[in-house]
């Protein structure tokens, strides 16, 4: 299967910005009808769920730790989901992964299994520096 693929990482300083962004192939599955979700994975850690994007955009969902700085949204019509990164802080260091929700026209919101999600991508990496 065709895997989404991540863009946008890089490197900035604490208090930065970024804007990372999952670009799905239309010719893997109808990007309209699957809620989306970013995670991310630091150097020793367990891959942790940020935040998810209903199918039509309607909702959203973070994780604590990034609730006020992140916002996810996506544009359907581009089969992209994007995530904007504002006051960036060291521990947000981490390989950024977007994937797929697999129930069809679900709430998007996060339901602790990480393994249930599908077609991820390569990843980017962010390196917040202090």
């Known amino acids: 299967q065709a895997q989404p693929v991540e863009s946008g990482g890089g490197k900035v300083q604490t208090g930065g910005s970024l804007r990372l962004s999952c670009a799905v192939s239309?010719?893997?599955?109808?990007?309209?009808?699957?809620?989306m979700a970013w995670f991310r994975q630091a150097p020793g850690k367990e891959r942790e769920f940020v935040a998810s994007v209903r199918w039509n955009g309607g909702r959203t969902y973070y994780a604590d730790s990034v609730k006020g700085r992140f916002a996810v949204s996506r544009d359907n019509t581009k089969y992209t989901m994007y995530l904007q990164m504002d006051r960036l802080k060291p521990e947000d260091t981490a390989v950024y992964y977007c994937?797929?929700?697999?129930?069809?026209?679900?709430?998007?919101?996060?339901?602790?299994?990480?393994?249930?999600?599908?077609?991820w991508g390569q990843g980017t990496q962010v390196t917040v520096s202090s």
């Open positions: 994937a797929r929700d697999p129930r069809e026209y679900s709430s998007g919101d996060y339901y602790g299994d990480i393994v249930a999600y599908d077609y």
């Open positions: 239309s010719r893997t599955f109808i990007f309209s009808s699957y809620s």
